[in-house]
C-alpha cells in the first residue's frame, strides 16, 4: 500500500519513519509513504500557499490551486484512484474499525492543512473522507497523519514482534471492543506492590477469566459507552452480565 502525504513541513515526518517498531513497516515498503510539499506547486519568488481569508478574520488560509497541482502531480505517479484524506475537526473520528479498513487498503493521499484551513473549494472537488482525532485542535495535520501511519503500520504482518500482539490491542473486535486489562512484569513486589496472585497461579482459564473481568471492569468505569456497544452488538455473555451488576 502506498500512502502520499501532502505537508509544508515534510521533515516532520523523517524522525517517525525512520524509528520505533513501526519503521520495519516502512523502511521494508510493506507501508510506503511519499511525502509532497504543496510549496513546490506554488507560483511566485516566494512561493505562496496561502492568503487572507475572504470576509475578514484572523489567520490565513491555505490557497487552493497549490494543493490542486500537488494532487495532480501525485495522481500522475500512483496507478490507482487513491481516496484523499483530510484531517480536520469536522471529520469522523478515528477509530480501530476506521484503522482496519485503511490497513487492508491500497492506500489514500492524506493532506494535511495548516493556517485556520484550506479554501472549501479544494476540499469540495477533491477530497472523499475527514477524519479527526478527537474534538480539539491542532496546528497542522502532520500529528494526525503520523497517528493513522503509525495504527496501519502495525497491523501489517512482521511489524510486531508477536503476530497476536495486536489481536489483544483496546477496541479490537477480539476483545469485544473492550478496553485492554492491565499487565504486569517482573519483579513480583515493586514499592510493595504485588502482582496479582492469579497472574502466578499458572492456571490459564483462571487468568483468563481474571483479564476478562479486568477488561469488563475499566471500560465499564473509563468508558461505559462501550459497554452498552458491547451489549447492543450481543457480545456479554450471562456471566460478563452478573460480573458487571456485582461491580
Known amino acids: 500500500m502506498q500512502f502520499d502525504v501532502v505537508t509544508l513541513f515534510p521533515e ?8 520505533g517498531i513501526t519503521r520495519r513497516a516502512f523502511e521494508s515498503g510493506r507501508v510506503k509513504v ?3 510539499n504543496p510549496r513546490d506547486f506554488a507560483e511566485g519568488n516566494y512561493r505562496r500557499v496561502d492568503d487572507r481569508p475572504f470576509g475578514g478574520g484572523p489567520g490565513m488560509v491555505m490557497m487552493a490551486e497549490p494543493l490542486s497541482r500537488c494532487l495532480s502531480d501525485i495522481r500522475s505517479q500512483r496507478t ?3 481516496p484523499v484524506v483530510l484531517f480536520s475537526p469536522a471529520g469522523q473520528p478515528l477509530t480501530h474499525a476506521m484503522v482496519t479498513r485503511w490497513a487492508a487498503s491500497q ?4 493532506v494535511c492543512g495548516r493556517y485556520e484551513g484550506i479554501d472549501q473549494r479544494f476540499i469540495d ?6 477524519i479527526s482525532l478527537g474534538d480539539f485542535v491542532l496546528s497542522g495535520g502532520e500529528i494526525a497523519a503520523m497517528a493513522l501511519l503509525d495504527a496501519v503500520a502495525r497491523l501489517q ?9 495486536h489481536v489483544q490491542d483496546s477496541f479490537n473486535p477480539a476483545l469485544d471492543g473492550l478496553l485492554d ?4 512484569t517482573r519483579p513480583e513486589v515493586w514499592q510493595d506492590r504485588e502482582v496479582p496472585e492469579v497472574l502466578l497461579s499458572g492456571h490459564h482459564i483462571r487468568i483468563e477469566r481474571w483479564r476478562r473481568d479486568q477488561r469488563l471492569a475499566i471500560t465499564a468505569h473509563l468508558r461505559p459507552d462501550l459497554i452498552e456497544q ?7 455473555d450471562a456471566r460478563d452480565e452478573t460480573f458487571l451488576t456485582a461491580l
Open 107 to 110: 492506500g489514500a493521499v492524506l
Open 125 to 130: 472537488a477533491h477530497v472523499t473522507e475527514q
Open 80 to 82: 490507482d484512484a487513491a
Open 230 to 236: 458491547a451489549r447492543g452488538a450481543g457480545r456479554l
Open 34 to 36: 511519499r511525502l509532497s
Open 181 to 184: 486489562c492491565p499487565h504486569y
Open 157 to 165: 504482518p512482521g511489524v510486531l514482534h508477536d503476530a497476536d500482539s
Open 12 to 19: 516532520l515526518f523523517a524522525p517517525f519513519l525512520s524509528t
